[in-house]
């Protein structure tokens, strides 16, 4: 199986947990992060299985306020191991489908290394008039919490 199998935002089955999930990133080596709910899971290619619902059911409230055209990106970006302009790239790709998305808080996983990709994120976030504010998140510095 090649590393490419799956996409960013494709729905996929986690067979371990018996859940359905979203790939957050490809990690390379046949690995994804893959958002289920709230939590973020690295798994392995081979327990992963295309999903057959359209999206990961998260309560039983049918959701009206998004258009289907537009699924619900992950709640978290990881920006590890990537350069300043690759992070921007990526950030503003993500926080499109955020903004289209019915989502008010979301996180912003820099780490903090030097402190570049970090300060690349603030500037950038701070264009965005749709992001309310962002802040460190107090118990792990290496994320920014962005609200919407």
Not at 45 to 51: I, K, V
Not at 105 to 123: I, L, M, P, S
Request: net charge positive; charged share 25%.
């Amino acid at each position: 199986m090649s590393a490419e199998r799956f996409k960013e935002g494709e729905v996929v089955h986690i067979i371990s947990l018996k859940k359905d999930g979203v790939i957050q990133t490809t990690l390379g080596a046949a690995k994804y992060r893959v958002a289920i709910g709230s939590l973020t899971a690295t798994c392995n290619e081979r327990d992963l299985t295309p999903s057959q619902s359209p999206r990961p059911t998260s309560s039983s409230t049918p959701q009206t306020s998004r258009p289907s055209t537009h699924p619900r990106p992950p709640h978290s970006l990881d920006l590890h191991g990537l350069t300043v302009d690759e992070a921007v790239r990526k950030l503003d790709a993500w926080l499109d489908a955020v903004i289209l998305s019915d989502l008010s808080h979301v996180k912003v996983v820099h780490g903090f290394g030097t402190g570049r990709v970090q300060k690349a994120v603030h500037d950038r976030l701070h264009t965005f008039k749709a992001v309310k504010r962002y802040a460190i998140n107090p118990f792990n510095r290496g994320e920014t919490d962005v609200y919407l």
